[in-house]
């Protein structure tokens, strides 16, 4: 039975990190209004959402002194979505460029320090975990690892942009 207070509160502290991430997604979304920003995040908010119920399903099971089932990660609703390939961020780039959407590189930066922060972190519960605890641990810092690389490379591509931009006109 997976009743190992430990394990429970690195859930618990999942979930909250989730759901703050989930709303400086949102609340970004709301002050960039538009563009293919907006679009990038959307599709972020909903991959957090998938993340989210996922924890919630383990903190369920412990909290009802159930091993930790993880047939939950093989639900076709909860799988990340393709958005984070190669084409997607080619595109994605494309749109912000081309449309004058460049958003503020402050939020790609903070979203990538989230996400990143997340991945490290379930990376290393996962090392001090065991069984079905580490494996979903494992799982949620490969999806986070996937969000990372986009802002990371978002971040910069979106520097070198602003970086080139002529100023004072």
């Not at 001090?128 to 079905?132: D, I, L, N, V």
């Not at 942009?161 to 100023?167: D, E």
């Given at each position: ?114 996400e990143k922060d997340l991945s490290d972190f379930y990376s290393a519960m996962a090392e ?5 605890a580490s494996s979903a641990l494992t799982m949620l810092s490969k999806w986070e690892k996937e969000h990372e690389k ?20």
């Open positions: 039975m997976s009743n190992d207070p430990n394990v429970q509160k690195i859930f618990e502290y999942a979930l909250n990190q989730e759901k703050t991430g989930m709303s400086f997604f949102q609340n970004s979304i709301d002050r960039m209004g538009v563009g293919a920003a907006v679009t990038a995040l959307k599709k972020l908010v909903e991959e957090e959402k998938k993340h989210i119920l996922f924890i919630e399903s383990i903190l369920r099971d412990i909290n009802q002194g159930k091993e930790i089932d993880l047939t939950i990660a093989e639900d076709p609703n909860l799988l990340p979505t393709d958005y984070f390939d190669a084409r997607a961020r080619s595109e994605f780039l494309e749109q912000c460029v081309q449309g004058s959407m460049v958003p503020d590189v402050t939020v790609f930066n903070t979203a990538w320090l989230i001090k975990t065991q069984g079905a986009f802002f990371r490379h978002y971040r910069d591509k979106l520097s070198e942009v602003y970086a080139q931009m002529p100023w004072g006109g």
